[in-house]
């Protein structure tokens, strides 16, 4: 079994599930897709992209120019979508313990409850 993935991998591998995408449209739909819990910078986006592609869970899909700048754009890569596919998995049965954990919790200490002195 692999090591879960980081929040910005999972969102980054999140971003590239249904197509392929440059730099800044990763940043954007990393932070949409997490609601602002992850929001990377430039620099950490491209570090963590160059250690995915060196890792497999991802692939450059060309570059294009535009207004002057190069954009390189990247997939997911059979791995990458593996290893993402393991991870929801891994996230749903831990959601699912966790509500079954809470189905059959005590009741809370509230406003209508006095606590023992």
Do not use: K
């Not at 570090?47 to 535009?66: F, K, Q, T």
Request: charged letters at 25%; proline letters at 5%.
């Amino acid at each position: 079994m692999s090591a879960p993935l980081t929040p910005p991998v999972f969102w980054i591998l999140t971003s590239l599930a249904s197509q392929r995408r440059h730099g800044y449209d990763i940043l954007r739909a990393t932070e949409e897709a997490s609601g602002g819990d992850v929001s990377l910078r430039v620099t950490s986006l491209y570090a963590a992209l160059e250690r995915m592609e060196r890792e497999g869970l991802i692939v450059v899909d060309g570059e294009e120019v535009v207004n002057g700048r190069t954009r390189r754009y990247f997939r997911i890569s059979p791995t990458g979508s593996s290893r993402l596919d393991a991870e929801v998995t891994r996230m749903e049965s831990a959601a699912r313990a966790a509500r079954a954990s809470m189905a059959t919790r005590a009741p809370a200490w509230g406003a209508s409850m006095v606590m023992p002195t």
